[in-house]
């Protein structure tokens, strides 16, 4: 009798182990490919215009002068309206309950963030200034701290950021938000 219960638990053992590694090699082609076509749709293919000397966007044919903002600017900004950009730019790499607004985290926003603070000069600018060059360098270590810091200056009472999203989480996100 001894000898059967070990035999079916290590049986049983042995199938879950299995199971659990089948479902990981089903998974991840799914979350590669999600991978993928995120990277695709987040980078543009740029090339060297040699006749004008010049980039051009192979996407559009606009010059980058000619690119729209990455997020609107009112006509007056205030160090708020920089908080409230930032903030929503979070939202893209934070686990919340709920999120309100949303900008995508790329690097042309990242940098005209980056201008806004040195335009405006908020009265916190150095710690914003912070927070946008680590995003610059790709560091979101501390991204669940810093949404949570805009979070607290605009009053939240819902929507505390929790924990930092996976790419799965994200790249979600930004199709919910930015791919329609």
């Known amino acids: 009798m001894k000898k059967f219960l070990k035999i079916t638990s290590l049986t049983l053992i042995v199938l879950i182990v299995v199971g659990f590694v089948a479902l990981k090699l089903m998974d991840n082609p799914n979350e590669q490919k999600a991978q993928n076509e995120d990277a695709n749709s987040m980078e543009t293919t740029k090339r060297e215009n040699p006749e004008k000397s010049q980039v051009t966007d192979t996407t559009t044919n606009k010059n980058p002068q000619e ?27 934070v686990r919340a309950e ?27 600018s150095q710690e914003l200034l912070k927070m946008a060059n680590h995003w610059k360098n790709g560091n979101y270590e501390h991204i669940v ?9 605009e009053g939240g009472d819902i929507g505390k950021a929790y924990g930092r999203a996976s790419l799965m989480e994200e790249n979600e996100f930004i199709r919910q938000n930015f791919l329609r």
């Open 67 to 93: 690119q729209e903002k990455a997020f609107e600017v009112p006509e007056n900004p205030t160090g708020k309206d920089i908080e409230n950009i930032m903030h929503k730019m979070t939202h893209q790499k």
């Open 98 to 124: 709920r999120k309100t607004g949303a900008v995508r985290m790329t690097p042309e926003a990242i940098d005209e963030v980056i201008e806004l603070i040195n335009n405006v000069q908020p009265s916190n």
């Open 145 to 153: 701290e810093e949404h949570n810091y805009f979070w607290s200056r």
